[in-house]
Each structure stands twice: as structure tokens, then as C-alpha cells.
């Protein structure tokens, strides 16, 4: 019996070793399970992270490449822009409303041009342009980012200041208030200057609002800066169109004084012509670059007499026929002269038509009706009427009532009657307020 115990104790006790032993192993092997599901765990955070900055990344590449993207269509627009605008203040209004629409951090905006003493608002976007303008706004007071303590300097012709409204101290106690209600109240503001040279033009802003308390990233104000320098070239070849167009001009004047020189009676025509021709061309609705081609026009029409002599010119009586056709070749002249100029190619044909004829009886082609350019239509008119109101060599001026007379009753003959019907009001208002005055 106690044998038998014996050999059941042993057994259960084999059997408990067993067991114990089994669980230590899974409770071991457990343990490691464990072990290894952390560091699985670890491993898919680790991941995940990278995963998550790896999509910001490709975020911030895609943010970037469609700012690219954005900066490059209006870079294209403006320079379209540029190419058809003579006018800084068009431009650069347009250049800031771009600007705002593409730089994701802006919110407000403006511009300012600095001439002479003064400087003043082109555009603004949030901020009260009429009261900003209403302000007596001197160079002195202007807060020039190159010499102020409050810049973050950024890059060659891009400076960031905070808080700007609240650091014009420059402004007078007079006119800060105004001005400080004028303004949105910023954050931060990006600005960039137009220089011309070595002088300070103007500059534009960007803003973000105080309440975002956004800051521009670098890739925006790199961008900025872009567009910015568009509006700095389009500036400098401005005043360069402006000195090529003024010298031009002089050259004009000058070979028309000579030609008044040579031809005493004709002395103040061709301003006049030109002034007559601008203000019908302004009456039809002429743009802006098409009134500056009649008022040329007007001005260049009798260039071509400068080859005429002196004798015919000045001769008091009768035209002979043959001298009469020497006359006739004044617009063909004018016309091989302009038009060796590429810039004045449309002029020359003008001026070599001003003689035709609406029922086509006139000289060097006889063209009639819509065959002759608008514009030489319009010099017919302007320049008969001052040579009728004018002493030349063959006769004394028409009195002004004579004068509209004749130019009624050549209606549909010599003139288009259109442009008769809207020079005659122009000229009466003329003739009116020289009553008045006198």
C-alpha cells in the first residue's frame, strides 16, 4: 500500500514538474511574444511618423511647385499687360491685385509712387485709399525700409517689418491718427521697392492681419520679390519710351520749324491741325494709343512741302498747272519719308492721304470714301478748316461763319460727312468760348 502511494506521489509530482515546467516555457515564451509585439508596435510608429512627414513634405513640394506655378501665369499676364499699357498706375494696380491673389499669406496690400516731394497711394486692397490720399503725405515722412531699425532685412529689394502702422513715426502728430485709421491693423508686412536706377520710385506691401498673426514663409517672399522686379523693368523702359518719345517729338518739332521757316503762312498750322484732329478723334472714341496717332499725324501732315520752293509756296496769285502738280506731290513726300521709319509707318500713310477726297476727286490716289484711311479723314477736315480761317499768300482768311458754311456744304463732296457732323459742335464750342472770353 505505501509502495503504491509512493509511486502516486512521484508520479503526480513528475507530472507537476511537468506542468510547472510548461507553463515557465509559455509564460517565457509569452514574454517575448510581448517583446517582440512592441517592438512590432515601435516599428509601425516609426513608420507612420515617416509617413506622416513624408506626406508633409510632398504637401509642402506640391504648395510650392503650384506657387511656382501661379507666379509663372501671372508673370505671363503681366508682361501681356506690360506690352499693351503705357500707364505705371494701371500696371501696378494689376501687379498687386496678382500679388495678393497669389502670395497665400497676404491679405491686404497696397501701393505707393514717390515723385518729387510727395508720395501717395496707386492702389490699395483693405486699407482706405480716398483717406490715405486726402492726407498730405510728404517724402520726409515716408518710412523707408533700407533705413529703418524696425526692417527684417530679407533679400536684395525684399524687407519685412511688424506691426508697420504702428511705426511710422516719421508722420506728424497731425496726420498720424488719420492715417493710423486708414490702415488695417498688420502683423507682418512684405515690401518691396521699385527702384529706377538709384532712386526710390515707390514700393508695394504686403499684409497679414493682426488677428491671423500669419508670417510670410520664405518661398512666398522669393516670390514676391519675382513679381515684384517685374514692376521695377516695366518702369525703367517706361521712362525710357518716354525719352525716346519725347526725343522723337523734338526731332518732329524741329523739322517743322524748319518748314515754317521756309514757309512763313503755314507757321502754327500743324500744331493746330494736330490739336483739331486730336479733339475729333477724342469725340469719335478714339483709345488713348490711336489719339496719339492723329495728334502725329496732324503734326507731320505738311512735312513733305519742305521740298517745295519757296517761289511756289509764297507765290501770291494763280497756281500755274505745273506748279499746281508740285503742290500735289507734298503728301507723297511726307509719306517716303515717315515711312522709312517702322514706328511711323501708319503715320506716313495718313499724311500721304490727307488731300483725297470723300467723292474721290482728291490727290495723290484719288481713293474716295472707305477707301481712304479714318484717320486722313479726319486731318481733311481739321486742316482745311485752319487754312480757310488763315491768311496765306492768295487770300485773306474766311470769317468763321463763311467757314462752317463751306464745310456743311462740302458734307458728302469733300468731307465725310460723319466727321463734319462732329467737328462743326467742337468748333462752335471753341468759337463760343472765345466770345465769352473776349
Known amino acids: 500500500m505505501f509502495i503504491a502511494l509512493t509511486f502516486v506521489f512521484l508520479s503526480l509530482s513528475i507530472y507537476l514538474l511537468v506542468v510547472i515546467r510548461s507553463l515557465k516555457n509559455k509564460i517565457k515564451n509569452n514574454q517575448a511574444d510581448k517583446e517582440e509585439l512592441k517592438r512590432l508596435i515601435s516599428k509601425v510608429d516609426e513608420l507612420t511618423v515617416s509617413s506622416n512627414e513624408a506626406e508633409m513634405e510632398t504637401q509642402k513640394l506640391y504648395t510650392t511647385v503650384e506657387l511656382y ?31 495678393v491673389a497669389i502670395i497665400p499669406e497676404a491679405e491686404y496690400g497696397s501701393v ?3 515723385k518729387d516731394d510727395e508720395w501717395r497711394y496707386v492702389h490699395t486692397i483693405g486699407h482706405d ?38 511705426r511710422n513715426y516719421k508722420l506728424p502728430e497731425d496726420i498720424f491718427p488719420k492715417f493710423y485709421k486708414a490702415t488695417k491693423r498688420t502683423y507682418q508686412t512684405a515690401m518691396m521697392e521699385i527702384d529706377i536706377g538709384d532712386d526710390l520710385a515707390g514700393t508695394i506691401a504686403l499684409d497679414t492681419s493682426q488677428k491671423s498673426e500669419t508670417v510670410f514663409s520664405n518661398e512666398s517672399l522669393k516670390m514676391f520679390g519675382a513679381l515684384g522686379n517685374i514692376a521695377a523693368t516695366f518702369m525703367v523702359f517706361q521712362r525710357l519710351n518716354q525719352v525716346h518719345e519725347e526725343f522723337q517729338k523734338e526731332i518732329i518739332l524741329s523739322m517743322i520749324r524748319m518748314m515754317e521757316i521756309h514757309d512763313e503762312y503755314t507757321r502754327g498750322h500743324s500744331e493746330m491741325v494736330a490739336e483739331l484732329s486730336q479733339e475729333i478723334a477724342k469725340t469719335v472714341g478714339y ?9 502725329w499725324s496732324g503734326l507731320v501732315h505738311d512735312i513733305g512741302k519742305i521740298l517745295i520752293p519757296a517761289s511756289i509756296l509764297d507765290k501770291p496769285g494763280k497756281l500755274s498747272s505745273s506748279e499746281f502738280d508740285i503742290i500735289k506731290m507734298h503728301p507723297v513726300w511726307g509719306h517716303e519719308v515717315l515711312k522709312q521709319s517702322k514706328y511711323l509707318s501708319n503715320i506716313a500713310l495718313n499724311v500721304r492721304s490727307h488731300h483725297e477726297r470723300y467723292d474721290g476727286g482728291g490727290y495723290p490716289d484719288a481713293l474716295k470714301g472707305d477707301e481712304i484711311p479714318p484717320v486722313s479723314k479726319i486731318l481733311s477736315v481739321a486742316d482745311t478748316w485752319d487754312a480757310m480761317t488763315r491768311n496765306r499768300a492768295y487770300r485773306k482768311a474766311l470769317d468763321l461763319n463763311n467757314a462752317i458754311n463751306e464745310m456743311e456744304k462740302n458734307k458728302g463732296k469733300q468731307f465725310d460727312p460723319q466727321i463734319v457732323e462732329v467737328f462743326l459742335p467742337i468748333i462752335k464750342q471753341k468759337i463760343s468760348e472765345r466770345k465769352a472770353v473776349d
Open 112 to 114: 505707393v509712387l514717390i
Open 69 to 99: 506655378e501661379n507666379v509663372i501665369q501671372a508673370t505671363s499676364r503681366l508682361i501681356e499687360m506690360a506690352s499693351q499699357s503705357d500707364s505705371d498706375e494701371t500696371f501696378l494696380k494689376k501687379l498687386l491685385e496678382e500679388s
Open 287 to 295: 483709345d488713348e494709343e490711336a489719339i496719339k496717332e492723329v495728334y
Open 129 to 166: 485709399i480716398a483717406l490715405l490720399n486726402s492726407l498730405e503725405l510728404k517724402r520726409e515722412f515716408f518710412l523707408d525700409p533700407r533705413n529703418s531699425d524696425d526692417t527684417m532685412y530679407f533679400d536684395s529689394n525684399v524687407f519685412v517689418i511688424d506691426g508697420i502702422e504702428r
